[in-house]
Nanobody
Framework: QVQLVESGGGLVQAGGSLRLSCAAF????????MGWFRQAPGKEREFVAA????????YYPDSVKGRFTISRDNAKNTVYLQMNSLKPEDTAVYYC?????????????????WGQGTQVTVSS
């Protein structure tokens, strides 16, 4: 049974940093593209970052580019999201997702497995 377990969320002041982690169980982690998405209250879930399987390539939307960094440790079956210079508009539930296909995708339906989410709240 596949499980993705996020951690590291919390309350932080604007301009601060947080590091999210997502531990994967029940899958061959190195075979999966990993992504982070977020969902703010009343809004649709949106793409935040993704990292490819080997020789990792990464991709970010303009809203977080230069502030967020995704990385992975295949030995620990874990993907990370380092978030710096946080803004109140970054407040959301952050979800980790895994995709079995070879390419980075930004669409929710392209991902096979999802975590339960971790809350990130940025105060002004």
């Amino acid at each position: 049974q596949v499980q993705l377990v996020e951690s590291g969320g919390g309350l932080v002041q604007a301009g601060g940093s947080l590091r999210l982690s997502c531990a994967a169980f029940g899958l061959t982690f190195s075979n999966y593209v990993m992504g982070w998405f977020r969902q703010a209250p009343g809004k649709e879930r949106e793409f935040v970052a993704a990292i490819s399987r080997g020789d990792p390539a990464t991709y970010y939307p303009d809203s977080v580019k230069g502030r967020f960094t995704i990385s992975r440790d295949n030995a620990k079956n874990t993907v990370y999201l380092q978030m710096n210079s946080l803004k109140p508009e970054d407040t959301a539930v952050y979800y980790c997702a895994a995709r079995s296909g070879p390419y980075i995708k930004v669409v929710l339906d392209e991902y096979d497995y999802w975590g339960q989410g971790t809350q990130v709240t940025v105060s002004s």
